[in-house]
C-alpha cells in the first residue's frame, strides 16, 4: 500500500473539507465561546456530522457501519483540526468505537446504531493524575455481588460532562504500575453516584473531573475480560492516540497556512516580510516536520487498518507512538511560529492563531504527551 | 568620611515615613489594579491609597529628583537614594505608578519648554493627570517610524492645532488615561524618520475612541485607539515639528533600561518544584517523568547561566563598559527563555494547566501567563528586531 | 499472465551468474577502496574482480539498459530489473562502480553526439577509461554557475581546440581518473548561466594537477585540481558552446535521485545498542545517563518519522504525485538528522569515542564519522540553499 | 566584585594573548601533530609558559606561587583555548594544584616548585568508563603493609604518558556509586607495575589507559585523607571544570572570531554571505550563547575564589556545574554553526574550524559533559 491517500479517501478529504468549512470554520467555535456555550460543542452540527457518515466511519459494515479505517477517520479529524471544529468525534467515533469493538455484543449493539446516528457520545475516563499514564490506574472496582462497584476520581475527561455513556479504566486486580488487573467498564450517564464537574480548558473545550463514590454497576459492564482491560484500552487508546495525531496535524497545518499567507502579505519597512531569508528558512523547517509529521500518522493509520496478529499490532502500536509524539512536536512548533510571525497580531484574540495554539496544547496532552510517547518507545527498545 | 547632612536626611525621612506612610501601603501591591494609578477616571481602593498619594505629592516625593516647580521634591541623586532605601526598609509601596513619571516626564524635562514643563509635570507629580502613549500602529509595530497617523494643521479662535486622524495600537491603559503622548506624521513627504512629531493632547474628546484589546492569554491594559479629527494645540508639540523621532528615540532608550529582569521566572514556585507536585517522584527519587526531567534540567542550566549573564550585563553597563546594543541580546535571551519556561510550566501542570477558569488553576493562571509570555518576545521589539539589531551592531555584520 | 519471455531470462541469468559470478564477488563491497573503479591506472584487488568485470563487460552487463553498440547489454527495463534481482538474490557486487556510468553515461546519452556516444561511452562500459567530474570552484559552491575557468578557443595542427586554465575543486578521485567531464567559461560576457559549456578532456597531460584534499575527518577521495593551459579537443564538446549549464542542470537532477537514503543511520548498531553498549543499565533497567537517554529518544522518534516519511516521498515520487521541490526538504532533513545521529554516536561513545587511531576504535572511527558527517548538510547543496528551494518552489514565499 | 575582569586581569589576558599568538598559535598544533609527535604538546614551550607565570597562577604566595585565583587560571586557559594550544596546562598547574592544596606538605613541598619552574606535569587517574563518574570509581587500593596496592584501569588520562606523577583515585571501602570509601594517591612516573598506554585523540592529543598490576604505595602517598578523597577530589574537580569551561570558551570564541570574519568576506551568487539575513540570525543566536556561558564561567570561578565555608563551596560547586554545561552547549553549537558557514572550505584540514571541532569535543566530554553536569544539578536539586 503507497503511503499517500488513495482516491477514495482524497475524495474523503475533499467531503469533509467543504462540509467543515461552510458548516464548521473557525467561525463557529467563536460563536460557541462567545456565547459561554455549556456543551462544548453544537449537537445539531453533530447530527450533521452523523449525517456525513463520519461517525460510522469505524464501525463495520456488518454491524451498520461504513467499515473503513483510521485513515478514513484520520482524514475527517484533521480536517476538524484544521477548523477547530468542537466536536465529540475522536472519543465517541474513534476511541470508544475501537474499544468496543473489543467489548461484548451488548455494547457494540446498544451503543453503535446511536453512534453512527450521531445521538449518542460516549467520553473516556481514564486519566487519574496531571499526566497520561494508563498503567498507573489506580482507581479501584471491588467486587459486589454480580457486579462492580467503582470508587475514586477520574481527571481530563474530555466532555464527560455531556456524554451519554463513560468507558472507564478501573483496578479489578494488582496495582498501579501494573497493565494486568486493569478493567474497563461501560457507565451509562446519570448512573447513580456518579457526579461530572465539567472544568472549561484554555481552548474553550470542556473536560470534566468525574467523581465516583460507590458506583454501583453490572458485571455486563464490564468491556472485554475482567482484569484484562489493558487489550481494549490499548485498542481504544491507539485509535484515540493515531486520532489525536491526525487532528494536531490539522491544527499544525491550519495554523501554518493561515501564517504563510500572512508574511506572504504583511509589510515592515515596506517590504513583504515573507521575503525576508531568515523568516524563509524558519518556515521551510517548519514545513519539513509538518510533513514529517504527516508521514508518521499516514503510517500509524495504515498500520493500524493493517492488524492481523500480535506482531503487527505490536509494529502498529510503535507507530502510533512515533505519531503521537512527532506530531506534538511539529504542531507546537508550528503554534510558536505562528504567534511569533504573525508578531502583535497574533497576541490578539482577534486573530485565529491563539485559538490554534491553544487547541494544539489540548490535543498535545490527550493520551499523552511527546515526552510520554518517545518515552514508552525507549522502554520498549529496552533502554 | 560619613555624610553628615546625607545623614540627617536619612534620620528626617526615617522618622517621616514612620508617621506618614499608613500601614496598609506598607506590603507590595498585588497586581497592576492593585497600584496606585491616579487620574481624573481613578478610584482609590481605599482611604490609604489616597492619604499616601497626597502625603508623598505634597513633599513632592513622588517625584523626589524633579525640581519643586515641576511638583519634585529637588533631592540630590544621594538624596533620592536614601529615600528609596528608607521605603524599601519599611516595604513602602510606591505612591504612585505613572508613564507620566516614567516616560513623559525624562522626555519633556529633555525636550519640553519651559511653559510645557510647568503646565504639565506637576499634574503628573501629583497624579491628577495620568497618561498613556501612542507609538505603535497595526502597520507600524517592527518598523515604528512607518506609523501613518497624520496631523494637519489649522487654526481657528482657539488658536492653532493640528487635526488628528489615524490609529494607535498597543496603547497602554488608553480607555483610563487622561491625556495621551503620541507621534504622529506632520510631514508625509519628508524620509519616515524626518516627518513624524511628538504631540500631547486631551483624551477626552469625541474625536478620540480607546478600545481595549482581547489578548488570547483574556483581558488586557492594552487599547487600540481611533482618532477621528481629534485636537491638540500647536503649544503642545513637544520639540520641533518633524523632529519627533528623536524625542521618541531617547524615550525608547529609557524603554530598554528596564528589561535585564527578564527570564529570571517570577516569584513563586520554581520549575523544579511544579513538576515534582504535578508530577510525583518515580525511580531513584527522581522526577516521574524522566524525558520531562531532562528538558527541566537543561532549561535551569540556561536559566542559571542567564542569571549570570544578567548580573554581568548590569555590572558593565553600570561601569559604562558595554555596547548598548548588547541589551537586545539580554532582551532575546530573557524573553525567549520565559516563553520557555512557560511551555515546561505547562507540560508540567498537565492537564490541570489546561483550566481556563477553575479555582484549583487560580482562574487558569498557568494557561494565561503562559499565553502571556509569548508577547514577551513581541512587544518592545521582535526577537527578529534584536537578532538583528545584534547581528548589525555588535557582530558587525554587513547589509 | 505470467511473462513468458521474462521468465526464460530470469532462468539463463541465474545460469549464467551462477556460473560466472566468482565466490569472492558474492559479498559487499567494505568500502570504496574495496570496489572495482577500472581506468588505466586501476590495480585489481584480486583476479577474482578482474574476472567479474571482463565477463560482464564481455556481456554489456556493465551497462544492462544501454545498447550494445555502446557497450551495453541493451536489455529492457523489465529484463534490466530481473538481472538486478538476481544479482542481488547471489549476493553479487556491481562489477564496476564509475562515475562515467553514473553521471556522464545519462548526459551524453541525452545530449551527446553519435560519434560522441561511440568514442566515449563503451570504454566506461568496459572499466577502461575512468571519469571525474569537475564542477565546484574554490569561489562557485552553492553559487555553482559563478564558476570561473575559462576555455578559450585555439587552433593548430592537432585542430581546434579550448585552452582550459582554472581550477576545480571537490573532484572526487581526480588523481585516479584518465578524463575529466567538466564545466567551463566559454563566454565571459554572457550572463553566468549563458557562458558556460561542458567539455570532456583527457586528465594525463601536463597541464593538468589533481592534488588530493584532506578533510577535517582525514584523507578523502577529494581532490583539488589546477589547469594551466590544458587542452580540450573541441569534438569533445558536449551540447552547444555556452549551453553547458542545461546538461550540468540535468545531470544535478540525476544526482538528487539519490537523496532519500539519508538519515536512516548506516547499517551496524543502532544508537540505544550503541548507548547501552558504552554507559550501561542504571535505575529502572532504563540507560544509565538520563538525559542521554532523553535526547536519544527523542531523537528516535524523529528517525522513526522520517522513515516513514521516506517511504512516502519514494511512493509519490514514483507515482508522480509529488512536486520535484520536495526532495530538497527531504535532503535537508535527512542529513540534519544524520548529523545529529552522529553527535549523539560520539555522546554515547564517550571518551572511548575519541580515540583516532586505536585499533579497539577501528582506526577512531566513530570520530571520523562523526566528522564526516558534517559535509552531508554541504555537499550536493546546503542545508541553506535547500531551504531557499522549500520557501521559494514549495511555499512559494516571495522575493 | 562586579562580574567583569579587573584591570589587573585584563592585563594578564593582553599578556597570554600576545604570548600565544606569537608561540604557540594554531600552527603550532599542526606543527606538532603533523610531525607525529608522541609526547603531546612541546616541553621548551612549557617551559616559557612556566616563565611567563602560567603554572603558578594558583600556588599560594606562601609556597612560592603567585597566590592568584581562577579567574587568572581561566584567563590563560581561555586564551590558550583560543589557540588550540596543547599543554598540560588544565591538569598541571590547575586541577593536580587543587588537589595538592588539600593533601599533605609532603606533596607540596615536592610538586609545588616543579610545577611551577615548569618541570614537573601531572596526569588525572580518575575515570573508568566511556562517561565521566567519579562516584562510580570502583579501581581498589587494598592496604597492604603500611601502604596500599592498587590493582585495576584508569581510561581518559589526560597526558598520562608524560606526565611525572598521576593522581590516581581509588576505591579503598564501600563500592561504585558512593562518594564515601574513595582516596586519591599520589603515584610517580616510573612506578612499579604501572603502565599508560597513550591513545591519540581526534584532536591530535593524548589520553592514556593506565594498569594498575599492583602497583605498590606508601601510605604518604595519600593525598588528603584515606577513605575521604572526596573532598580535595571535589576540589580538583571543580577547578579542572571551571577550567575546561574556560577553555572550551576560549575554542567557542575562536572558532566564531574566526567564522565571523570568514562570512564578512565570502561571496556567493556574488553578494557577501554575511549579509543573509538567517546567517546573521544564527550568528547573534550564536553570540548570545557564547556570551551566556562567559558570564557562567566567570561566575564559578569567582566563586570558587570566594570560597569561605561549606555554603560556599557548595555554591562554587554549582556554579561550576553550571559552567560546564553551559559552555558545552554553546561551544558545541560555535563548531557546529562554523564548519556549516565555512561550507566546503570548512570540511578541509586546510581550514582551523575542524580542529576547534575536534578540540571541542574532547573538552565538553573531560571532566563530565552537559548532560552529566545538567543531571547533577537535576539530583541536587532534589528532582
Avoid at chain 1, 490539522?250 to 519597512?269: H, L, N, P, S, W
Avoid at chain 2, 529628583?65 to 538624596?79: C, F, H, Q, T
Wanted: hydrophobic share 40%; charged share 25%.
Amino acid at each position: 500500500m503507497p503511503l499517500y491517500l488513495t482516491d477514495d479517501q482524497d475524495m474523503l478529504r475533499d467531503s469533509a473539507k467543504g462540509f467543515l468549512a461552510v458548516k464548521a470554520p473557525v467561525a463557529h467555535l467563536r460563536k460557541l465561546r462567545d456565547a459561554d456555550d455549556a456543551a462544548g460543542y453544537d449537537p445539531a452540527l453533530w447530527k450533521e456530522c452523523a449525517e456525513m457518515g463520519f461517525t460510522s466511519i469505524l464501525i463495520p459494515e456488518a454491524e451498520g457501519g461504513l467499515g473503513l479505517g483510521h485513515v478514513e477517520a484520520g482524514v475527517v479529524l484533521e480536517e476538524m483540526g484544521r477548523n477547530l471544529t468542537p466536536s465529540p468525534m475522536l472519543p465517541t467515533a474513534v476511541a470508544a468505537v475501537a474499544a468496543l469493538k473489543k467489548g461484548g455484543a451488548q455494547h457494540r449493539d446498544k451503543w453503535f446504531p446511536k453512534i453512527a446516528s450521531g445521538d449518542a457520545t460516549v467520553a473516556l475516563a481514564i486519566d487519574e493524575g496531571a499526566k497520561h499514564d494508563p498503567a498507573a490506574t489506580a482507581m479501584r472496582a471491588e467486587r459486589s455481588g454480580n457486579g462492580f462497584k467503582l470508587s475514586g476520581r477520574k481527571r481530563f475527561v474530555v466532555q464527560g460532562h455531556t456524554a451519554d455513556m463513560l468507558i472507564v479504566a478501573a483496578r479489578t486486580a494488582g496495582s498501579a504500575g501494573e497493565s494486568d488487573g486493569i478493567t474497563l467498564f461501560a457507565v451509562e450517564k446519570g448512573t447513580a453516584k456518579m457526579t461530572a464537574d465539567p472544568r472549561r480548558l484554555a481552548d474553550s473545550s470542556f473536560a470534566a473531573v468525574v467523581e465516583f463514590d460507590g458506583v454501583e454497576l453490572d458485571a455486563d459492564a464490564v468491556i472485554g475480560e475482567v482484569d484484562a482491560g489493558w487489550a481494549p484500552l490499548t485498542a481504544m487508546l491507539c485509535a484515540g492516540r493515531a486520532g489525536a495525531s491526525a487532528e494536531l496535524l490539522g491544527v499544525g497545518q491550519g495554523t501554518t497556512d493561515q501564517t504563510m499567507a500572512y508574511i506572504k502579505e504583511r509589510k515592515q519597512f515596506g517590504v513583504i516580510i515573507g521575503t525576508f531569508q531568515a523568516l524563509q528558512h524558519r518556515a521551510a523547517h517548519l514545513y519539513a516536520e509538518l510533513e514529517v509529521a504527516r508521514a508518521a500518522t499516514l503510517k500509524a493509520q495504515q498500520l493500524l487498518d493493517d492488524i492481523v496478529d500480535e506482531k503487527s499490532a505490536d509494529r502498529a502500536r510503535r507507530a502510533v507512538h512515533t505519531a503521537k509524539a512527532m506530531t506534538g512536536l511539529a504542531t507546537t512548533l508550528a503554534v510558536q511560529e505562528g504567534v511569533q510571525m504573525h508578531a502583535g497580531v497574533g497576541m490578539t484574540d482577534e486573530y485565529d492563531v491563539g485559538l490554534y495554539m491553544k487547541r494544539a496544547r489540548t490535543l498535545a496532552e490527550l493520551f499523552g504527551d511527546t515526552n510520554y510517547h518517545a518515552d514508552r518507545l525507549a522502554c520498549e527498545a529496552g533502554y | 568620611m560619613p555624610d553628615i547632612d546625607l545623614d540627617s536626611f536619612r534620620a528626617e525621612t526615617r522618622a517621616w515615613l514612620e508617621e506618614n506612610c499608613p500601614p496598609e501601603m506598607r506590603t507590595p501591591a498585588a497586581s497592576d489594579d492593585d497600584q496606585c494609578w491616579g487620574g481624573r477616571k481613578f478610584t482609590f481602593q481605599s482611604e490609604a491609597q489616597k492619604l499616601w498619594l497626597e502625603r508623598m505629592a505634597a513633599k513632592g516625593w513622588t517625584v523626589p529628583d524633579w525640581a519643586p516647580e515641576y511638583g519634585g521634591g529637588g533631592l540630590s541623586r544621594a538624596e533620592t537614594r536614601v529615600l528609596h532605601q528608607e521605603m524599601a526598609r519599611i516595604k513602602a509601596r510606591s505612591p504612585l505608578s505613572s508613564f507620566g513619571i516614567w516616560m513623559l516626564g525624562p522626555a519633556l524635562l529633555k525636550y519640553g519648554t519651559e511653559d510645557q514643563k510647568r503646565e504639565h509635570l506637576p499634574p503628573i507629580a501629583r497624579g491628577e493627570i495620568r497618561w498613556c502613549q501612542g507609538y505603535s500602529e497595526p502597520g507600524a509595530g517592527s518598523d515604528l517610524a512607518g506609523l501613518q497617523t497624520r496631523a494637519v494643521s489649522a487654526t481657528d479662535e482657539g488658536g492653532d492645532y493640528y487635526i488628528i486622524n489615524g490609529q494607535k495600537v498597543w496603547t497602554s491603559y488608553a480607555d483610563k488615561a487622561d491625556w495621551i503622548f503620541c507621534l504622529v506624521r506632520t510631514d508625509p513627504e519628508a524620509p519616515k524618520h524626518k516627518g513624524i512629531s511628538f504631540i500631547l493632547f486631551d483624551m477626552d474628546q469625541p474625536g478620540v475612541e480607546p478600545k481595549p484589546i482581547r489578548l488570547i492569554s483574556g483581558s488586557s491594559p492594552f487599547c487600540e485607539t481611533f482618532f477621528t479629527d481629534a485636537r491638540a494645540e500647536k503649544k503642545d508639540l513637544v520639540y520641533e515639528e518633524n523632529k519627533g523621532w528623536d524625542v521618541a528615540k531617547y524615550l525608547l532608550g529609557h524603554e530598554r533600561e528596564m528589561i535585564s529582569g527578564m527570564g529570571h521566572g517570577g516569584g513563586g514556585k520554581t520549575l523544579p518544584q511544579m513538576a515534582l507536585d504535578s508530577v510525583g517522584v518515580g525511580a531513584g527519587g527522581r522526577l516521574a517523568d524522566p524525558l520531562m526531567r531532562a528538558e527541566i534540567a537543561m532549561f535551569e542550566v540556561r536559566a542559571a547561566a542567564y542569571r549570570a549573564q544578567a548580573e554581568r550585563f548590569n555590572d558593565e553597563w553600570k561601569a559604562g563598559r558595554i555596547n548598548p546594543a548588547v541589551s537586545s541580546m539580554m532582551k532575546y535571551y530573557g524573553t525567549e527563555l520565559n516563553k520557555r519556561r512557560n511551555e515546561l510550566a505547562m507540560q508540567a501542570g498537565g492537564t490541570g494547566a489546561l483550566e481556563w477558569e477553575s479555582e484549583e488553576s487560580n482562574g487558569g493562571k498557568s494557561a494565561r501567563d503562559w499565553l502571556r509570555s509569548k508577547g514577551n518576545s513581541i512587544e518592545g521589539g521582535t526577537s527578529e528586531i534584536q537578532l538583528n539589531i545584534v547581528a548589525k551592531r555588535v557582530l558587525e555584520l554587513p547589509g
